[in-house]
């Protein structure tokens, strides 16, 4: 590969990347390339095949160790894992394949009606020393596509191992992430195109939401928190009767008092004297 090749194949694949993931709205990392897959209508085959599968043959006839292939049906894309990869690895494998065909690689007929890429590698993780041009672009694709580098920057993401557990990469990619990201930050070589500076834009809630602690782990809101149901009071014990106080019998009534002697002489009096005033007026 010629240096003027290589860098065009490396600006194709990077453009190809952000337009990617500009037009299926990735605004997280790790970015769901089987989301991506599915939209694109190709169908992702998990190891192992079915032992009837047709395909086992069409794969049988592809030259190269390669861990996942891509074949053109007809006029859909299948895409296959041989070998049993882990979660890092499947997820970049996927990403190198969907290069091949965003990118429109060139083919091969495998039968009539069915072709795969000519390239023969796909190692489920970077591939260091690319026989074919095609194969490089792929990778710079994925990578682009796993590991944004606005997004990285903005996230002050640069350290492979740092890089490998936001992005789910491998550890051959993560390490070329790395590498690249300080080369970029030394430069501080961002945002002059319009379609990264679109792409941190679709990314922005993500990245300013990164460190916070999250919604599960978070204290509860005294105002978000159910309210305590009502305890139930039980019932208090009954007290004990009171023993019964026996009421004095109630008094006889007293007799009606006697006028004294100072009455009956006041009384007389009274009488005399009225009895004077009645001879003394009739006399």
Known sequence: MNASDTYRQYQDARDAAWRTLLRFSVRALPADVFRIAKELGIAVHPHPLPADDPARTLLGRLPGPSVCRALLLGRAWHVYF???LDENRRRFALAHELGHIILGHEKTAVRPGVRAFRSNENAGDLIEDPL?????????????LLAPACV???MHIDRPGRIAALCGLPPKAAALRGERMELLNARNAFFSHPLERQVRDQFLPFIRGYGQVPTESRPASPLSMPLPEPRKKEPAPMAAPAPVQELP??????????PSMGFWIVLGAALLAALLLIIIRYA
């Open 132 to 144: 074919d041009i095609s194969d490089y672009a792929a990778d710079i694709f994925a990578i682009r």
């Open 249 to 258: 019998p109630p008094s006889p009534p007293a007799p009606p008092a006697r």
């Open 82 to 84: 041989l070998v049993p």
């Open 152 to 154: 990285l920057h903005e």
